[in-house]
């Protein structure tokens, strides 16, 4: 497909537990964004891609989480020892470029029990 | 001050109606700034860029105000389709990040 592609699409978890979010950007675009948005709040801004390194990581909330990217491609979300307060909606997008517009994937809803 | 700021309204108007919304962000040395299209549980999607001398597409204007630090969104001719959240995107100055607002909502009714 030629949009970004996210998975799973939905994802349930037991507190404590650890979780993966996977993200597909579109091919040739080389940043890529994770934002999150909770139920009626607006997009907060997690980490910043471009290719390969992470220059902007100054959103993630604690050290449960961290996110990586590889081939300047794939990038994955790491949730350790989840909490109920990180359930949301998890957004990728991603853009030719630094600053050019964003597209986003379907995001993954992360709900923690 | 936040980054990004706008009213979250909802705007409440009528099909036909010419509606505005602005958007405020904190930082001068900002140089991207989009406008977002959010729908009721949906991912945001693009709406347009807003170029320095301010553009339009269809029925959708925006304009950008450097030295009050402000974009606006004008929306013509409402439809009921363009019920939706609306959110403005800045670019944090030199940096990469880009924040977004917590969105206007706008309702067009019959």
């Known amino acids: 497909g030629a949009g970004v592609s996210q998975s799973p699409s939905n994802k349930v978890t037991e507190k404590g537990k650890d979780v993966e979010l996977r993200c597909d950007p579109i091919s040739g675009h080389t940043a890529l964004y994770w934002y999150r948005q909770s139920l009626g709040q607006g997009l907060e801004f997690l980490i910043y891609?471009?290719?390969?390194?992470?220059?902007?990581k100054s959103g993630l909330p604690s050290d449960r989480f961290s996110a990586e990217r590889t081939g300047g491609s794939v990038s994955t979300l790491t949730i350790q020892r989840t909490q109920q307060e990180d359930s949301a909606v998890y957004l990728c997008?991603?853009?030719?470029?630094?600053?050019?517009?964003?597209?986003f994937g379907n995001g993954t809803r992360l709900t923690v029990t | 001050r936040k980054e990004v700021e706008q009213d979250p309204g909802p705007f409440n108007v009528p099909e036909g109606a010419t509606v505005a919304f602005n958007c405020t962000y904190s930082?001068?040395?900002?140089?991207?700034f989009f406008w977002y299209r959010q729908d009721c549980r949906k991912e945001p999607k693009l709406l347009m860029s807003?170029?320095?001398s301010g553009n339009e597409d269809g029925r959708f204007t925006a304009q950008l105000n450097r030295a009050s630090q402000y974009i606006s969104l004008l929306i013509r001719d409402s439809k009921l389709s363009d019920s939706a959240t609306y959110l403005c995107v800045v670019n944090s100055g030199t940096a990469s990040k880009l924040t977004f607002g917590t969105g206007t909502r706008l309702q067009v009714t019959l």
């Open positions: 930082n001068s040395a900002s140089q991207s």
């Open positions: 997008a991603s853009s030719l470029r630094a600053n050019s517009p964003l597209h």
């Open positions: 891609f471009q290719g390969n390194s992470a220059p902007d």
């Open positions: 807003v170029y320095s």
